[in-house]
């Protein structure tokens, strides 16, 4: 079974500090997402990576950094996070190849609330 | 702007009935597509995947494609109180490691 980890579930922190989200897969999946996901507004793609320190933004980069220093993990950083960043926050893997290997998983969220 | 759509519900169905979910896409060049079911506030979590037209079965659930009419749908038959949740459609964009999510649709089973 993929199996795909968050460093927390909750978290809260204050406006301006630097928050750190980082995420564990153990299959050696070549590719790792971070999205946010906010009523009415779905899931959305802030940065992918498709290879150890290979990063692509996604439709939503601004605020947000990331780091993939190894291929399991893939960290999310909000360089001073705000309050418009209180999300919930959602890491997720997937092999590299053809079509058929396209399954894409998801860790089991991180909750943050930034006051 | 590539896109997913799915009609937010709630779609409300009795127990034991057929419950169909919907999905259309606007990515001609889309290969893959995903069924995710999400409890409230938990993760997505993936049910279905099809990649040729037609039909494709799993236990209650099937999951059907019809490419020419950029269009995917669910089935789950003799629905349970258990499968109330968030339906996500997902859809790979073409040449691209990237899934589009739509918005979900809700249903209620009712006991």
């Known amino acids: 079974d993929v199996k795909v980890t968050q460093s927390s579930r909750y978290l809260v922190k204050r406006t301006g500090e630097k928050v750190f989200l980082e995420c564990v897969q153990d299959?050696?999946?070549?590719?790792m997402f971070w999205y946010r996901q906010d009523p009415g507004l779905g899931l959305r793609l802030i940065y992918f990576s498709y290879d150890v320190k290979m990063k692509e933004k996604g439709d939503i980069p601004e605020g947000y950094s990331v780091s993939r220093e190894k291929k399991e993990r893939f960290s999310l950083i909000l360089e001073s996070a705000s309050t418009n960043q209180t999300s919930m926050y959602l890491c997720a893997s997937r092999e590299d190849g053809d079509r058929g290997s396209f399954e894409q998983y998801f860790g089991p969220g991180t909750r943050l609330t930034v006051t | 702007q590539k896109e997913v759509e799915q009609n937010s519900g709630p779609l409300s169905v009795p127990e034991g009935a057929i419950a169909s979910l919907n999905c259309t896409y606007s990515d001609r060049g889309s290969q893959s597509f995903f069924w995710y079911r999400q409890y409230s506030g938990k993760s997505p979590e993936l049910i279905m995947f099809?990649?040729?037209?037609g039909d494709k079965e799993d236990g209650r659930f099937t999951a059907q494609l019809n490419k020419a009419s950029q269009y995917v749908s669910l089935l789950i038959r003799d629905s349970q109180p258990s499968d109330s949740a968030t339906y996500l459609c997902?859809?790979?964009?073409?040449?691209?490691?990237?899934?589009?999510f739509g918005s979900g649709t809700r249903l209620l089973v009712r006991p």
């Open positions: 099809i990649y040729s037209n």
């Open positions: 299959m050696d999946h070549e590719n």
């Open positions: 997902a859809v790979n964009v073409a040449s691209s490691y990237k899934l589009i």
